[in-house]
C-alpha cells in the first residue's frame, strides 16, 4: 500500500505542482501584463462568466510547469534506480511534454470547470467550496492524462485519495505564508 501511495504522489505530481504554478504565477509581477481572462470578459445574464482569476497566464504557467516536473520525473527515472522499484510505469517509454502538459492543461481545466459551476451557484471568487475546491484538479488530470496513460481502477481511487487529503496541507500552508487569504 505504501508504494502505491507513493506511486500516486509520484504520477500526479506535475498536475499538483501546475495547480500551485498558476496560483504563484498570479503573484509574480513581471507576469501580469499576461494577465487576459480565459473567459474573455464573456457575460451570461449579466455577469462574468468566470471572472478575473481564471487567466490564459496560469494556464500558460500550469503547462510548462506540468512538462518541466514530468521531464524531472522522466530523467529521475532513468537516473536514479531505487525509483523504479516503486513506480509502476516504464517512464522511459514517457513523453514527458504530452503527459506533464495533459496534466497541466487538466488540473486547470478542471478548477476552470469548477469556478464556473461556482459562479452558477453565485459562490464568490476565493470563497472556499468544499469538496469541490479539493477534487477539481484531481479530476480534470486524471481526465486528460488519460490520452496519454491509463492506470489501474485501484490506482486511480489510491491517487484520488492522497491528493485530496494533501490539498488542504498545501492550502493551509500557503495560509500560514500569507499567500492565501483563507485556511482552506
Not at 507576469?31 to 457575460?43: A, E, N, Q
Not at 487567466?55 to 523504479?84: D, H, K
Not at 486547470?108 to 469548477?114: M, R
Request: with cysteine; proline share 5%.
Amino acid at each position: 500500500m505504501f508504494q502505491a501511495i507513493l506511486f500516486s504522489l509520484w504520477f500526479f505530481a506535475p498536475a499538483g505542482i501546475a495547480n500551485l504554478s498558476a496560483f504563484a504565477a498570479g503573484k509574480i509581477k513581471i507576469l501580469k501584463k499576461f494577465d487576459y481572462p480565459v473567459d474573455c470578459y464573456k457575460k451570461i445574464h449579466g455577469k462574468r462568466i468566470l471572472g478575473n482569476h481564471k487567466t490564459f497566464r496560469g494556464f500558460v504557467a500550469a503547462i510548462v510547469s506540468g512538462v518541466l516536473f514530468c521531464s524531472a520525473e522522466v530523467w529521475l527515472y532513468n537516473t536514479v534506480p531505487f525509483i523504479r522499484q516503486w513506480v509502476f510505469i516504464n517512464y522511459s517509454h514517457i513523453n514527458p511534454v504530452l503527459l506533464g502538459g495533459l496534466l497541466g492543461f487538466g488540473a486547470l481545466f478542471g478548477d476552470t470547470v469548477k469556478s464556473l459551476f461556482k459562479r452558477l451557484v453565485n459562490i464568490p471568487p476565493g470563497e472556499s467550496w468544499f469538496p469541490f475546491d479539493q477534487i477539481d484538479y484531481i479530476l480534470g488530470g486524471i481526465a486528460f492524462s488519460l490520452f496519454s496513460i491509463r492506470l489501474s481502477l485501484e490506482e486511480y481511487v489510491i491517487l484520488f485519495i492522497a491528493w485530496f487529503l494533501l490539498h488542504p496541507l498545501t492550502t493551509f500552508t500557503g495560509y500560514l505564508l500569507r499567500l492565501r487569504h483563507q485556511p482552506l
